[in-house]
């Protein structure tokens, strides 16, 4: 399984965090969608899916949440009946980014997931660039900037 | 510290009433979460829930492997711990983090007792 990052400072704290929590599979984004890093995807297709999926219900939580007047919620998981889904987000020197971890039931659990993302959250705002602003993608790169990621995450 | 429902709460005064005990908690088996727990200050609930309820998933599968029935108590010793753990018939997992010299049979009898109540 291959890790890969845009922005190189997010690579080791996310090495570090599939081999210790056991993930499957990873993306690191902005909250608009917009993939930084990935851990185990062979398609890129699969990641623009799961990139959309997974800020929309990011999105969705934030908006409920504003709307019960709370603070966001820290995190979302989801369980089947072999994989379980972890969607949270982490507050970076890059802005606010999203993670979105799927893992085997039988190889790790809810509980290692939060664990490790703990220390996942604390690596990244220690390695994140803490002077920049973040980029804002327009529409007219959209197309351009979409495909220099993927071509990043795939080593293409 | 303790976070536990007044039914679990009396469940885990079984184990934390054994002197040298520093700690009792009832773990989720499958996820690794905390139940319920009686902890001294200083020690990670969460991080030792969520890494004894993964170590006790493996053994369960090494003993299934090794032909040996299910697991019914573990005891890792450390230098200046030790970690006691009790499956209950639920899946639920009745932990112990106790000092070096507890008395183990007794924090094994008192582990059981936790379980069988537990369900």
New interface residues.
């Given amino acids: 399984m291959t890790t890969r990052a845009v922005e190189p400072w997010i690579f080791e704290p996310l090495v570090k965090f599939v081999k210790e929590a056991g993930a499957r599979l990873v993306l690191l984004m902005t909250s608009a969608g917009q993939v930084l890093a990935q851990h185990g995807f062979s398609r890129a297709v699969d990641v623009m899916s799961a990139a959309a999926l997974g800020a929309a219900i990011m999105a969705s939580t934030d908006e409920i949440a504003r709307q019960l007047q709370q603070p966001p919620f820290a995190g979302l998981n989801h369980q089947g009946e072999r994989h379980g889904i972890f969607l949270a987000a982490v507050a970076t020197g890059r802005g606010k980014l999203v993670a979105l971890v799927v893992y085997d039931l039988d190889v790790s659990s809810l509980g290692l997931v939060q664990l490790f993302f703990e220390q996942l959250a604390a690596d990244l705002r220690a390695a994140s660039p803490k002077d920049s602003v973040p980029k804002q993608v327009l529409a007219a790169d959209f197309e351009r900037e979409l495909s220099d990621s993927l071509n990043t995450l795939f080593g293409r | 510290m303790s976070t536990a429902p007044a039914g679990y709460g009396r469940v885990l005064d079984l184990v934390t009433r054994v002197r040298g005990v520093r700690g009792a908690m009832l773990?989720?088996g499958?996820?690794?979460?905390v139940v319920a727990e009686q902890l001294m200050e200083g020690i990670k609930g969460?991080?030792v829930?969520?890494?004894a309820?993964?170590l006790a998933?493996r053994l369960h599968r090494a003993m299934d492997a090794a032909g040996v029935g299910a697991d019914q108590f573990w005891h890792l010793q450390a230098e200046q711990g030790a970690l006691l753990v009790v499956p209950a018939p639920s899946g639920m997992l009745v932990v112990a983090v106790a000092e070096p010299d507890v008395n183990v049979g007794l924090v094994r009898l008192e582990l059981l007792r936790a379980a069988e109540a537990v369900g």
């Fill in positions: 773990v989720a499958d996820d690794g979460l969460p991080a829930a969520a890494l309820a993964s998933n």
